[in-house]
C-alpha cells in the first residue's frame, strides 16, 4: 500500500519546479512512510511514497522497464502476483525482484491493456509510455485503491488523493455545484466528480489512456458479470465455502504480520474462521464504545475465543472528537461518514504493530444485507399502488415520530422511511443511508437549485436489472462501496500507515454474490444475508449467524447535544459560514436550534455539514499543505540496479 503522484507537462508555456512537484508527492508521506523516491525527465515526473507489503527490500518505484520505455508507479497489492509471474516467465520474461509491481510492469509490456483483467487485487497505478508518450491510468475493479486527476491545458496530473493535485493545479479551486448537491444529499461525492471542479476519480473497473491531443477510456469489468451458478441452495454454501476460503488464503499473502478488525458480524468472523484456520492469524481488534448498546466487544469476544485469537480491545467515547479536524484532512474529497471516527481509533492503536488489517467489508452489498434493501423493495410495492398525493402526505407526517438518541432506532428508521415517500424508488434508495432529503438541500443552498434526482445525475447510473434487489446491489457497489464504505478504510487506515484488504471482495466472489437468486439473500421470513447466516451457524452456531445486525455507528445525535456541542457551535458558528457565500446560515442556525432542543434527531446532517465547512476552510479558503522536508531518492530508469527487464 503506497501513494502515488505524476505530473506531466506537454505545454511549454506552463512551468513548474521541480521542489513543488517533490512537496505534492510528500504530502503523501502517511501512505507510504518505509520510504520513496522519484523520476524526473522532462515532460515526465513519477514519484513513490512507499509502504513495505511484499518484497519489503526490493521492489522500489518508480520502476523501469529494461530500456527505460515504460515507467511504473502502483499503490495496492496484486494477491496473484506470484501466478502471473509464473504465467510470464514462461513466455520469456525475466524478473529481478519478487514484488507485484514488477508483474504488470511485464504483464503491460505483453498484454497491454489486457493485463487489467488479469490482475486479482486492489490497485491503482500509472504506467508512462516514453516511446509514445502517452499515461496509462488503471483502478481495480470495485475501487479499493483510489486514483484521482485533472487534465486541463495540455497538463496531466494523477495522485493517490486530492491534496496532492490541488497543491500544484494549474487552475483555481472551485466547488463543483452537481457534488455539492450530491454531497449533502449523500454524504459522500458519487461517480467520477470530486467537490473541486476539474478533478477527477478513475471509475472502479476502468482504465484510462491519456496523451497529448486527449483521454480514451474503458471499462474492463463491471458488477453486471455474472458467473454461473449451483441448481440448489445445498450445493451454492458448498461453493461459497471454497469461494471464501479461497478468497481469504489469497488475500493473505504478506511479507509481513497481518490482524483482523473484528466485529462480531457474519462477515468480518467468516473471513476470521478462515484465516485463522488457514494460519495466518493469532490476534483482532475490536472497537469497545463507551456507550451502551453501541459496542461490538461481547459479540465479537464469542467469535475471537471460538477462534483462539487474543482479542485486543480499542476503547472509543466522545474524546475521539478531538479528532474531528484530522480525520477531515486526511478524509481528503470531503467524507461525512461519522463511523470514520471509530476506524480511525481502530487504526491508530492496530498500527502500532501491524502494517496490515483484514475485515469484512463488501458482505453486505455482495450477499444483501442492508437493511436498505428490505425498505425499498417494500417502497417498491407501495409506489405501485399508492397514489403520489397520499404518499406526500404520508411524508408530511414523518417528522411527527418520535426517536431517541439510542443506536438507530426503529423510530428514527421509520421516519427516514417516511420522509422519503415524495421521492422516485431509487433516489429513496439512496436516501436511506444518506442525510438531508433532497427538498432540504435546496434550503441549505443559498442560491437556487433547480429540481434533481440523485439517481439521474449519477454518472452511468443505468441499471437495467428485473431483478430489483440485484439492481440495488449493483447501485451500491458502483456508488455507495466505493465512495463511501471503500473510501473512508482507505484513507482512514492510511493516515496510520496501515493498509486494509477485503477478501470479500475478490471478483470471483463478488460475481458468484451477485448472481445468487433474491430467495438465497433474503430469506422468506425476511432475514437478509441468509446464505451467509446459514454458512456462519454451521461454523460458529446460531449465536453469531442470527445475531441482530448493528451496524457500524457511533452516538452522533448524544455527542453533538452534550459532549461535542461545542465543537458543533464552533464549526458552524456564524463566524465560520461568513465566508461560505453557498450556504444558508438561517436555515442551518434553525437546524442546529432544532437538533439540540430535542425537536429533531439532526446529528449525521449536521455532522455532514461540519465536514463540509471544515473542509472547506482546509483545502479551498486557506489551503493547508503541511511542509516536510524529506528527501525523496532521485531514480534513473537506465540505471542497472534499477532496471527491469521489459
Not at 418520535?402 to 422519503?420: E, H, I, Q, T
Not at 461545542?566 to 438561517?586: G, V
Amino acid at each position: 500500500m503506497c501513494g502515488i503522484f505524476g505530473y506531466i507537462n506537454w505545454n511549454p508555456k506552463e512551468k513548474i519546479e521541480e521542489e513543488k512537484l517533490i512537496s505534492a508527492a510528500n504530502l503523501l508521506f502517511h501512505r507510504g512512510p518505509d520510504g520513496g523516491a522519484y523520476y524526473s525527465e522532462p515532460p515526465v515526473f513519477l514519484a513513490h511514497r512507499r509502504l513495505s507489503i511484499i518484497d519489503i527490500q526490493g521492489g522500489e518505484q518508480p520502476m523501469f522497464s529494461h530500456n527505460g520505455r515504460y515507467g511504473i508507479v502502483f499503490n495496492g497489492e496484486i494477491y496473484n502476483y506470484i501466478e502471473l509471474r509464473e504465467e510470464l516467465q514462461k513466455l520469456g520474461h525475466i524478473f529481478y525482484s519478487k514484488s507485484d509491481t514488477e508483474v504488470i510492469l511485464n504483464g503491460y509490456a505483453q498484454w497491454g491493456a489486457e493485463v487489467c483483467k488479469k490482475l486479482i487485487g486492489m490497485f491503482s497505478f500509472a504506467l508512462y509510455d516514453n516511446q509514445k508518450r502517452t499515461l496509462f491510468l488503471a483502478r481495480d475493479r470495485l475501487g479499493e485503491k483510489p486514483l484521482f486527476y485533472f487534465f486541463k491545458n495540455k497538463i496531466v496530473s494523477f495522485a493517490s488523493e486530492i491534496k496532492a493535485l490541488s497543491y500544484i493545479a494549474p487552475f483555481a479551486l472551485e466547488i463543483d455545484s452537481c457534488s455539492l448537491t450530491q454531497y449533502l444529499c449523500l454524504n459522500y461525492v458519487p461517480g467520477t466528480s470530486t467537490l473541486i471542479k476539474d478533478i477527477y476519480k478513475v471509475n472502479p473497473g476502468n482504465w484510462m489512456l491519456i496523451s497529448e491531443t486527449g483521454i480514451k477510456k474503458e471499462q474492463y469489468w463491471s458488477s453486471t458479470s455474472h458467473n454461473e451458478i449451483p441448481t440448489s441452495f445445498n450445493d451454492s454454501i458448498d461453493r461459497l465455502e471454497i469461494l471464501l476460503d479461497q478468497s481469504v488464503k489469497i488475500g493473505c499473502r504478506s511479507d509481513v504480520p497481518i490482524t483482523l478488525a473484528l466485529s462480531g458480524g457474519i462477515d468480518s468472523s467468516l473471513v476470521g474462521y478462515y484465516a485463522a484456520s488457514q494460519g495466518s492469524l493469532t490476534e483482532a481488534y475490536c472497537v469497545d464504545f463507551q456507550e451502551k448498546g453501541f459496542s461490538e466487544y461481547p459479540q465479537a469476544k464469542i467469535v475471537a475465543d471460538k477462534l483462539g485469537l487474543k482479542l485486543n480491545s480499542v476503547p472509543f467515547s466522545s474524546d475521539s472528537m478531538e479528532e474531528f479536524l484530522k480525520i477531515v484532512y486526511y478524509a481528503d474529497d470531503p467524507l461525512a461518514d461519522s463511523s470514520s471516527l471509530a476506524v480511525w481509533a481502530l487504526s491508530k492503536a492496530v498500527s502500532q504493530k501491524y502494517k496490515v488489517m483484514l475485515g469484512g467489508d463488501g458482505g453486505d452489498e455482495i450477499f444483501g444485507g442492508y437493511l436498505t434493501y428490505k425498505a425499498t423493495l417494500m417502497y417498491q410495492n407501495l409506489f405501485k399502488y399508492l397514489p403520489t398525493s397520499f404518499r406526500l402526505m404520508i411524508k408530511s407526517f414523518s417528522h411527527l415520530i418520535p426517536n431517541s438518541d439510542g443506536k438507530v432506532s426503529f423510530g428514527y428508521k421509520l421516519m427516514r422511511f417516511l420522509r422519503a415517500f415524495d421521492l422516485s424508488v431509487e433516489d429513496a434508495h439512496f436516501t436511506w443511508n444518506g442525510t438531508w432529503h433532497p427538498e432540504d438541500v435546496k434550503k441549505i443552498l443559498a442560491y437556487s437549485a433547480n429540481d434533481f434526482s440523485i439517481f439521474k445525475s449519477l454518472e452511468g447510473a443505468t441499471f437495467k436489472e428485473n431483478d430489483m434487489l440485484r439492481k440495488l446491489q449493483m447501485m451500491d457497489l458502483e456508488n455507495y462501496l466505493p465512495s463511501d464504505i471503500l473510501t473512508k478504510v482507505d484513507r482512514i487506515t492510511m493516515a496510520y500507515g496501515l493498509e486494509s484488504r477485503a477478501p470479500l471482495l475478490h471478483p470471483n466472489l463478488v460475481e458468484f454474490g451477485l448472481a445468487l437468486p433474491k430467495s438465497y439473500k433474503i430469506s422468506q421470513n425476511g432475514q437478509l444475508k441468509f446464505i451467509l447466516r446459514k454458512l456462519a451457524e454451521k461454523k460458529f452456531g446460531k449465536s453469531i449467524s442470527q445475531a441482530k445486525k448493528q451496524g457500524f455507528s457511533i452516538p452522533v445525535n448524544q455527542w453533538l447535544r452534550k459532549e461535542a456541542k461545542d465543537l458543533l457551535l464552533d464549526c458552524l458558528s456564524p463566524q465560520s459560514l461568513s465566508s461560505i457565500t453557498f450556504l444558508n446560515k438561517e436555515f442551518i442556525e434553525r437546524a442546529i436550534k432544532d437538533h439540540l432542543d430535542g425537536k429533531k434527531q439532526l446529528g449525521f446532517e449536521l455532522w455532514g455539514l461540519m465536514v463540509l465547512v471544515s473542509w472547506y476552510q482546509q483545502k479551498i479558503e486557506k489551503p493547508y499543505y503541511p511542509t516536510r522536508q524529506i528527501k525523496l531518492n532521485r531514480v534513473n530508469p537506465i540505471s542497472k540496479d534499477r532496471c527491469i527487464n521489459g
